[in-house]
């Protein structure tokens, strides 16, 4: 039987009712960084998705790097994520926590003063979005060894809040520039440690998270989101087909729920030098791919095995119906730009479903 978007598959021990997935777009609506019941509408929204991935939710304090960010490591975020999980489940719908430490992409204002921490002290270029509007990115202080492990337990801890908060499983955001990520990539991780290095040493900081919280919530509830080929907040690496081949391949055999990888940059754009079927042919699991697809391009990937499911950012940001505008081939609204970072319901949860009889 072909498969195709709205085709059953299981993740995390649940049936999803169909192969579309809600991207994780950070919206900085959480200004005490606690989930609160707007977010848990937004959520309960686009719950027809097969599986919906939140925000970036960071693991601590030392974690955050934008205003207005979600957390998943107080009571208080236990607390209020339950707003959002049961909002969803209500609506029978599946839905995984991102697990997210922006490292190096911060600024001093969020850590009173003190400076971000990243795996070596290479800044960033470009701007971070503070409080305040924007300022340079500071040069971070390199992680000593001895507080790495502290970071892998606040993972542990973090993914012990979502179980908790009632999270179907969590998604470790190793993708974009940011912490993790910049543990993979050459660029950014020049230590001469264990950690650095080779790719063996530039994976392992990333598989202690996955061994961490896939013994705390159980591997099948555990995702990954990697991106061999975004350069956002000034990543890159020297040989990003054989560093991302070696992860994917280091990933197999723990039964993870899945592997997600975003395979265009922030413009778009795919990378001819990069092939994204060695990823997929190298990882054992569930392969989520995104980057700019649309019904006939998911329908696509999906039929032919080149994807099991297919992640939709700005699409579901403005149609919290979207399966079932894809079903009857309906238009799709458009994105309003200027709402999409910060304010309330306007250009969150306003924007409309399609009719019904």
């Not at 707007?38 to 599986?51: D, F, K, P, T, V």
């Not at 971000?116 to 924007?134: Q, R």
Request: aromatic share 8%; net charge negative.
């Amino acid at each position: 039987m072909s498969k195709d978007l709205f085709s059953t598959i299981e993740v995390a021990g649940h049936l999803l009712s169909n192969r579309m997935v809600m991207a994780p777009m950070t919206r900085n609506r959480a200004p005490d960084t606690n989930a609160n019941a707007m977010i848990a509408e937004h959520y309960a929204q686009r719950a027809s998705a097969g599986l919906i991935i939140t925000e970036g939710t960071q693991i601590s304090e030392l974690a955050v790097g934008y205003p207005a960010t979600p957390g998943m490591f107080t009571q208080a975020h236990v607390d209020g994520w339950k707003l959002a999980t049961d909002a969803v489940h209500n609506k029978n719908g599946q839905i995984f926590a991102q697990l997210w430490h922006c490292g190096r992409i911060s600024h001093p204002d969020f850590h009173d003063g003190a400076l971000p921490v990243a795996p070596s002290a290479i800044a960033a270029a470009g701007d971070a979005f503070t409080y305040e509007g924007l300022k340079p990115f500071v040069t971070p202080r390199a992680l000593e060894l001895s507080e790495i492990s502290t970071i892998v337990e606040q993972y542990r801890h973090a993914a012990a809040c979502a179980r908790d908060a009632g999270f179907d499983g969590v998604e470790i955001h190793a993708a974009n520039g940011y912490l993790i990520d910049q543990f993979i990539r050459d660029s950014s991780n020049q230590r001469t440690d264990q950690y650095g290095g080779s790719l063996e040493n530039r994976s392992r900081f990333l598989l202690e998270v996955v061994e961490a919280v896939g013994n705390e919530i159980g591997f099948d509830k555990v995702g990954v989101r990697l991106s061999p080929v975004n350069a956002f907040n000034d990543i890159s690496d020297s040989d990003p087909q054989n560093t991302f081949n070696d992860v994917a391949t280091a990933l197999s055999g723990s039964g993870l729920a899945y592997l997600h990888v975003v395979e265009v940059d922030m413009t778009g754009a795919t990378n001819p030098d990069v092939d994204m079927q060695q990823l997929r042919d190298r990882f054992d699991g569930v392969y989520i791919a995104n980057g700019g697809y649309d019904k006939n391009r998911g329908n696509e990937a999906i039929a032919t095995g080149r994807a099991d499911l297919i992640a939709y950012g700005i699409p579901y940001l403005a149609n919290p119906d979207l399966p079932e505008r894809f079903s009857v081939d309906a238009p799709l609204n458009q994105a309003d730009q200027a709402t999409f970072y910060g304010g309330d319901e306007h250009g969150y949860n306003d924007y409309p479903v399609l009719e019904t009889a």
